[in-house]
């Protein structure tokens, strides 16, 4: 098949409108295709002879001899004899004649360049004394030798009037012979159009006359059998018979006076013997008519029987109606009209020819002749449409009779296709194309494929070509016609008329009859070894989202495999091919740089780390990077450096791709690869592994020039890991983890996957569909597979930040195949044992944590850090203060503990430390933590065991708390400065105690070591313990008190119980007196010296200064006031001196630390468990906690719209701050017996202490007169009267303690409420008088008796 055949057949197209505006558009569109035109060519002309029309009887025979003849006129005789024999001997039924009286035509042929001219003149006035001058001729050729006809060019006279198929036909060859397949399931075997000149002479007329050339059946004749073995072998010599031809030249010796002398010829025999003998025959046919037309009809019919001669007798209606029920004899009238219409017919006197055609018709159905009337018909209606002028409208009707007769009662489809083929010229002529289609569609039937092909095709062509195009129902019937063409064997053509369908059904959703031409123009391209297009069909089908049955997926896959196989085989060194299957999603692509996480060896727990099983978590990313920025810029004396990016061991979609990772050399590479199934069939990925480029780099950095690309081919490189089997069921999603091993440094470029594709077995031939030849199907489909590539190929994040980069659509890079391998870098691993997964809240418990270096370089600089300091805790810096390892007992603790005499139970033993040691420090950050290795650096191989406490948090619930480990190599890198490794501990907190501490100033005056003033601090501690955790009862067994200027002394109510236990829900009330330290303690003590008292319960002291007590009392109090200090922040610095003086009256830096013990029960063993909280009191009388609060909601309140007034803060200190300016005390005895009947009067002496808490002087007013609210106040306290001077007005310096005298004067028995007196007090040097009344912290009760 040509490439100008295909331009002459129908456009390509893409969607419905597209179409038919190129139908509108292109002058490529005709209705006809030129296979097509040769074929019916070919067809009418082959036609043979039949009784009942005259059209290709022969009227004339031309008898040739040549001047070189010894006797021209003998050998002209001898001719003329055999014409008269072939003609009138009943033996030959081939050719056919007009009439008897043939003209007969000698020609005497002449070589000039060989023969005698003047013996051959002689030889002509001979013959036209014989058969006159209108009879013969004489034709002088060759005037030249074939010699001088190399000299010159003079074109061949022959080419135009050669047929045109066998020129096309020498075209089509050029591409290869179309051979003929066999097709064992259809009972006709079809000879290929490009062989028809091998049957047809250069006249038309053929060699043999038994054979047809488009004959149907093969059998007959030997060398057409294409399942015989000479098949192939005449397939080629025909092919190099083909080749030869083009070569040939003809009329080489003639010139141009021969070419006049030929066609003068030709005139001469046309105008002197053809047509006058037509004119004679016409003439002679209209004369017997015209004496048949003065008969009367009747008289006609009833004397027919003597004219028609020997004429059948008269039969059934059945009968006749069959196509050899009537035979007219050749002399009968009926027949005679016919000769006349077609004589005129071939004369071109389409008017005459009309009326005789339909003259003859009558009479023949009247005879019930049918198929001389069908004859008749289909003339009369070629006549109607061939008058010029159109003097009557085409007869279509008739030719839809005629084809009916020849199909349905004469049985002959022969002339019925060339009914069909004629009337569908003409209405396609007429613009009538869907009647044209709606014909050829009928004669469409099983008896032959070919035709029914060619058929289907035109009509298709017809329904593209009509004024609003039928896109679909062309597309359609170019199916019906491509698979008419593959049971023909016409495979190429087949092959076309499916592609051209496919333009069509492409992209418009339909699913199913895409799949259907996709499969068979794979089949088709495969058996025309277009390998290419066949597999490229074939992955149409597996690419789109099938909607196929699985079974029919199955045997589309397996089709596939073995025609992408049969591709590999014919190049199995080049390039490896793309395959479409398994879908994979290259953005959902991870990276991780690294070994894979140890699983947990019995109590031994690795560190989480980062790992392709955690999901990404855009918060916990964040809070990473904030604890990697937050000890790099430690590290870096409190700047983040300008090149500092966040490690990132886990590349994804969401991380910074944007810049080349480094992974270091000896560690793998991850790569997980996303992979989808859209198949119902089961998917067998075998020997599957990355594919990679390389381009190493020496030790100083420079470039090598070879780049390896092969996948194996150096593992001394880049190991690379092969799975060797990989499924992926049915419609199933799954990602595969592939490693690569890097042994050198340089640059690194993942290309994608290499893999095996194949199938399982299990599966069989559907829907009647059989496997290809040697595709083999059940269990040997397991070998079937095919190797082959995909690409990874990631599309980066899409830019958006400046104005072009908005306006337009651009992609940044994504680099995470990329990884730059640079040098050897330390390598950590962290081990924690023993490491609780449940804890109460506060709850002390010790575990190991254990640091390896599994790398072959040191380590050195390794800190952690955690926002959540108060969480754990390595120790002090010194030995001192860390306890030893405890041994197995599970009694033991984890404090560092002494035994103690029961005599100084009551009161508090004191030490001290400093938060320095804790690594609480100014400016210090206590989230970063150093961690204590022996030498400060982990050497290749070496591992260290340190021991870690850890305290439950005080909330309950499950806590995330992260660990970041910070590692720099001994030897400086200009690439990777430090490592990191993560953890994430996932700790569940049960409750345990909430403590509850309040401080108050003691209203007692004390000897002289309280001049600085004495409080007592009342703690409350309640057991909130659901006994979740089996917890029976907590015992406190110390309470603490850490401070730079306060002390606990000692336990004011201590009850006979020493043990202070508290069950379930039990709350338990302590309360403690506290001391200022002694002046000249806190003199000798740095500024970040806290003093330690333990108060203790037990038999036990717990040495609150040492590790770990004294660390968490440290984490937690920096903690708190990391909490405070933003709200310390948002106060006005505009508050005067004044008002600071007074609030730090006010404040106490007074902490409570109490440590208790659980005593749990636990699958039938008694375990102690213990712990710590802490009561931060900053404020005198504010109650703290040791637990954070839940904060109720507030109300509602109602909306209120108002316009806020600028008014400036007030910077008047609060009633509670200015009644901590002067403590009072009152001091008298707390009962008197008075005679009352000796003396009326009672009076009683009493001291009035005034203290100044500031450091300011302060202006103090006394007032003792009453000042009664009410009456019922009298009733309680009973009436007395203070006597002598009713005001005092005095000054007191700082921290001063002042004393009156005073007389209270009682006239009743009674108790009574002293505590009358109003104390006012300012500071000395303000103009502002802050006056307010001091609060006495308890009423002062006297009792007076008589005596």
């Not at 810029?633 to 300008?642: F, Q, T």
């Not at 119902?680 to 090598?704: A, H, I």
């Not at 799954?734 to 994608?752: D, N, Q, T, Y």
């Not at 199938?759 to 199907?777: E, F, K, M, R, W």
Request: proline content about 5%.
């Amino acid at each position: 098949m040509s490439d100008r055949s295909i331009k002459a057949s129908v456009p390509w197209y893409s969607n419905w409108k597209d179409t038919l505006m190129e139908m509108k558009e292109s002058s490529l569109n005709t209705a006809t295709t030129p296979w097509f035109e040769s074929y019916r060519e070919t067809f009418l002309q082959s036609m043979p002879a039949s009784d009942h029309e005259f059209l290709n009887h022969y009227l004339a025979c031309m008898l040739v001899a040549s001047s070189s003849e010894a006797e021209p006129m003998e050998q002209f005789g001898k001719l003329s004899q055999e014409q008269h024999r072939i003609q009138h001997n009943n033996d030959y039924s081939y050719p056919k004649w007009f009439i008897p009286n043939t003209l007969k035509y000698y020609v005497l042929l002449h070589d000039v360049s060989a023969g005698d001219e003047q013996r051959a003149e002689s030889i002509y006035e001979e013959m036209k004394q014989k058969y006159g001058t209108q009879g013969c001729y004489l034709l002088k050729i060759n005037s030249r030798t074939s010699n001088q006809a190399s000299d010159e060019q003079i074109p061949d006279p022959w080419s135009q009037y050669l047929q045109k198929n066998s020129i096309q036909n020498q075209e089509s060859y050029e591409d290869g012979p179309c051979t003929i397949s066999s097709n064992k399931n259809s009972d006709s075997n079809l000879l290929s159009l490009d062989g028809l000149d091998n049957e047809v002479k250069v006249d038309g007329l053929p060699n043999n006359f038994r054979a047809h050339p488009l004959q149907l059946d093969s059998s007959s004749d030997p060398s057409n059998n294409i399942d015989g073995p000479d098949h192939v072998k005449s397939a080629s010599s025909l092919h190099e018979t083909k080749k030869a031809n083009p070569g040939i030249i003809h009329g080489a010796c003639l010139t141009l006076t021969d070419h006049d002398r030929i066609r003068q010829f030709v005139q001469e025999f046309t105008f002197r013997g053809l047509l006058p003998h037509i004119e004679k025959t016409i003439r002679q046919l209209n004369d017997q008519l015209i004496s048949r037309k003065g008969l009367s009809r009747s008289l006609f019919s009833a004397t027919k029987k003597w004219f028609s001669g020997s004429k059948v007798p008269e039969k059934s209606i059945n009968e006749l109606k069959n196509t050899s029920g009537l035979l007219y004899p050749p002399e009968a009238p009926e027949l005679q009209i016919r000769k006349m219409a077609d004589l005129c017919f071939l004369v071109q006197h389409y008017d005459l020819a009309y009326s005789c055609y339909h003259t003859a018709k009558k009479d023949f159905l009247n005879d019930q002749a049918m198929l001389y009337a069908a004859g008749a018909l289909e003339m009369a209606a070629v006549s109607a449409f061939l008058q010029q002028g159109a003097a009557r409208p085409y007869p279509a009707h008739y030719m839809d009779t005629a084809i009916q007769t020849y199909r349905d009662i004469c049985k002959n489809m022969i002339l019925a296709e060339r009914c069909v083929l004629l009337s569908a010229e003409i209405l396609k002529s007429q613009s009538k194309y869907s009647e044209a289609a709606a014909l050829l569609i009928r004669l469409t039937s099983e008896d032959s494929d070919l035709r029914s092909a060619l058929l289907l095709e035109q009509a298709a062509h017809c329904f593209i070509n009509m004024k609003s195009p039928m896109v679909r129902k062309y597309a359609f019937h170019m199916i019906l016609a491509g698979h008419r063409f593959s049971k023909a064997g016409q495979k190429k053509h087949a092959l076309r008329c499916y592609c051209q369908a496919m333009q069509v059904y492409k992209g418009k959703g339909w699913s199913l009859a895409e799949d259907h031409i996709n499969f068979t123009i794979g089949r088709q391209s495969y058996t025309l070894r277009q390998l290419d297009n066949a597999v490229s069909a074939f992955r149409h089908i597996l690419i789109n989202e099938s909607k196929q049955s699985a079974a029919q997926q199955g045997s589309f896959l397996r089709e596939y495999l073995y025609v992408y196989k049969n591709v590999s085989q014919l190049s199995p060194d080049g390039p490896l091919p793309q395959l479409p299957l398994p879908y994979i999603n290259s953005s959902a692509t991870r990276v991780f740089f690294g070994h894979d996480r140890r699983p947990a060896d019995g109590e031994k727990q690795a560190a989480t780390h980062v790992s392709l099983d955690q999901e990404y978590d855009n918060e916990s990313s964040q809070q990473w990077r904030e604890l990697e920025e937050q000890v790099v810029a430690l590290v870096n004396k409190g700047v983040i450096p300008p090149n500092f990016h966040p490690t990132q061991y886990c590349l994804n979609s969401f991380s910074d791709n944007s810049r080349f990772p480094l992974a270091v050399v000896e560690e793998p590479i991850t790569v997980e690869v996303a992979f989808r199934n859209p198949l119902k069939v089961p998917l067998l990925l075998t020997n599957l592994s990355l594919l990679w480029k390389f381009q190493p780099k020496d030790c100083s950095g420079k470039n090598d020039e070879e780049v390896k690309e092969l996948v194996a081919s150096e593992p001394e490189m880049i190991g690379t890991e092969v799975i060797s089997e990989f499924l992926i069921n049915s419609e199933e999603s799954k990602v595969a983890r592939l490693k690569l091993f890097p042994h050198h440094i340089g640059e690194l470029h993942i290309l994608g996957v290499v893999y095996n594709l194949g199938t399982i077995q299990g599966s069989t031939t559907v829907d009647g569909i059989g496997a290809l030849p040697g595709c083999h199907t059940g269990k040997q489909s397991l070998g079937m597979s095919v190797r082959g590539r995909q690409d990874l190929e990631i599309q980066g994040p899409r830019l958006n930040s400046t104005k072009e980069e908005k306006t337009s659509i651009t992609y940044g890079p994504d680099r995470r195949l990329d990884p730059i391998i640079v040098e050897e870098m330390p390598l950590l691993e962290v081990f924690f044992i023993h490491f609780p997964t449940g804890l109460l809240c506060g709850e002390i418990r010790k575990a190991y944590v254990e640091f390896v270096n599994v790398s072959k370089c040191p380590l050195t600089g390794l800190k952690v850090v955690c926002k959540r300091p108060e969480f754990f805790t390595f120790g002090g810096n010194t030995t001192a203060l860390t306890p030893l390892s405890p041994s197995a007992s599970e009694n033991c603790s984890a404090y560092k503990t002494v035994v103690t005499e029961s005599t100084s139970v009551c009161t508090a033993l004191t030490s001290s430390a400093s938060s320095v040691d804790f690594g609480i420090g100014i400016g210090s950050q206590p989230e970063v933590i150093p961690v204590p290795l022996p030498d400060t650096v982990l050497l290749p191989g070496a591992s260290v065991q340190l021991p870690l406490w850890l305290r439950g948090p005080d909330e309950e619930g499950v806590h995330e708390i992260n660990f970041l480990f910070y590692y720099e190599s001994v030897k400086k890198l200009p690439k990777i400065r430090h490592r990191i490794l993560r953890h994430t501990a996932v700790i569940c907190t049960s409750r345990s105690l909430n403590a509850r501490a309040t401080v108050c100033r003691s209203n007692s005056l004390e000897d002289e070591e309280g001049r600085g003033g004495n409080m007592l601090v009342f703690v409350d501690v309640e057991n909130i313990n659901t006994s979740e955790a089996g917890v029976k009862e907590f015992h406190i067994v110390q309470v603490s008190s850490s401070s730079k200027h306060w002390k606990l002394q000692k336990s004011v109510n201590l009850s006979e119980n020493k043990d202070a236990k508290l069950g379930s829900r039990e709350k338990g009330k302590f309360c403690f007196k506290a001391i200022r330290c002694k002046e000249k303690e806190v003199a000798t003590q740095s500024s970040e010296d806290y003093t330690f008292a333990d108060i203790i319960f037990g038999n036990e002291q717990i040495i609150s200064s040492a590790s770990p007590c004294a660390d968490f009392f440290y984490r937690s109090l920096s903690s708190e006031l990391k909490k405070a200090q933003p709200s310390a922040h948002t106060e006005k610095q505009s508050v005067e001196d004044a008002v600071r003086l007074i609030q730090k009256c006010s404040e106490v830096d007074l902490n409570v630390v109490i440590l208790w013990k659980a005593y749990v029960v636990e699958d039938s063993k008694q375990l102690i468990l213990e712990g710590q909280h802490h009561v931060i009191l900053h404020t005198v009388g504010k109650e703290a906690y040791s637990s954070p609060q839940k904060q109720e909601p507030p109300e509602m309140e109602p909306l209120k719209f108002f316009r806020p007034e600028n008014t400036a803060v007030s910077s008047r200190p609060s009633v509670e701050q200015l009644s901590s300016l002067i403590k009072t005390s009152l001091h008298y005895p707390e009962s008197l017996n008075h005679p009352f009947h000796q003396k009326s009067l009672c009076l009683v002496p009493v001291t009035l202490l005034l203290s100044n808490c500031s450091k300011a002087d302060v202006d103090v007013i006394v007032d003792l007169r009453h000042k009664t609210t009410s009456p019922e106040s009298l009733e309680i306290h009973g009436s007395f009267t203070w006597l002598g001077q009713t005001q005092y007005k005095l000054q007191l310096k700082s921290e001063e303690i002042h004393s009156l005298q005073l007389k209270a004067c009682f006239v009743h028995t009674g108790v009574y409420n002293l505590g009358t007196p109003r104390v006012f007090a300012k500071l000395s040097d303000q103009v502002t008088v802050f006056e307010t009344s001091q609060q006495n912290s308890m009423p002062a009760l006297i009792i007076i008796n008589n005596v």
